[in-house]
Nanobody, 120 residues
Framework: QVQLVESGGGLVQAGGSLRLSCAAS????????MGWYRQAPGNQRELVAV???????NFADSVKGRFTISRDNAKNTITLQMNSLKPEDTAIYYC??????????????WGQGTQVTVSS
């Protein structure tokens, strides 16, 4: 089991910046990957950015060059830095932890979500 606690988010004007953080209840080194997904009204949940335990990263094309993701293994946290925000970034952002155990069974854990609203 992993509990994820998100912080950050809020309302910002287009072109502004926000930072989201997610703290895991267990060592982040024991988690295969952590990342952020988002869901806008009427849309499916989509990947925003992910970082593996080896610090490899992957980003959605729509956020490349604007968002960065980092991890602090000492604090078991990941941080999503969002710059040059656009109105289309408006969504609920969810922290995710993905774990595959020694038997190959995969588990996904989710935070409660945090609202990001970008005004034009």
């Amino acid at each position: 089991q992993v509990q994820l606690v998100e912080s950050g988010g809020g309302l910002v004007q287009a072109g502004g910046s926000l930072r989201l953080s997610c703290a895991a209840s267990r060592s982040s080194l024991s988690i295969n990957s952590m990342g952020w997904y988002r869901q806008a009204p009427g849309n499916q949940r989509e990947l925003v950015a992910v970082i593996t335990s080896g610090s490899n990263t992957n980003f959605a094309d729509s956020v490349k060059g604007r968002f960065t993701i980092s991890r602090d293994n000492a604090k078991n946290t990941i941080t999503l830095q969002m710059n040059s925000l656009k109105p289309e970034d408006t969504a609920i952002y969810y922290c995710n932890a993905f774990i595959r155990n020694a038997y190959g069974t995969a588990y996904d854990y989710w935070g409660q979500g945090t609202q990001v609203t970008v005004s034009s």
